[in-house]
């Protein structure tokens, strides 16, 4: 007797999820939603989000009753299945100065700024690794952040003064644009 209730392809491969790994992925997603609604407009532009995700983020700012925002903190975990959650998590990261992603480039942009002052074969180094920066303007930043410290600068740690923040910063950016 065969038994036509049940039409099963081998060839396929069924990944069954349980209820609770699906509520458990639903919440991660909507926790993640959450992350993204406390952002500034300004970081919010860095995460790679849909056009539909970003209007329900604009919209539940608007939001303030609590079961209103709930509800559509649920819609905002709904529409996160259909975005690269990887791409988004890795942004997140990198504005969360505890994150791991964060630190290591600080880290990087540190020791970057460190070698620009301290030698100047690091800029040929630089503009080799970032052949798009503007030469004229970095080459008088550094210059600048080089007048503010002390002169056996090998021996003492890089003084933070305004240039080399400035110095820093330009570092920073170049580095989160070329990854």
Known sequence: MSDHNHDYNDDQDIEW??????????????????RLL?????????????????????????????????????YIGKLMRDEDIDGIQ??????DPSSEVF???????????????????AEAAWFEQFPETERQAFRALVRAARKEQPEDIDDAP?????????LLKWIRESLSEQS
């Open 158 to 166: 890089v003084r933070a003064g305004k240039q080399s923040k400035r």
């Open 103 to 121: 630190l290591r480039e600080q880290n990087q942009a540190e020791q970057w700024r460190s070698r620009l002052l301290r030698d100047s074969d």
């Open 90 to 95: 890795l942004a997140l990261d990198r504005l």
């Open 17 to 34: 999820v349980s209820k609770t790994q699906m509520k458990q992925e639903m919440h991660r997603l909507q926790a993640i939603g959450e």
């Open 38 to 74: 406390t952002l500034r407009a300004d970081q919010l532009a860095t995460v790679p989000t849909s056009e539909t995700l970003q209007a329900a983020i604009d919209e539940s700012r608007r939001i303030t009753q609590n079961e209103a925002r709930r509800r559509h903190l649920q």
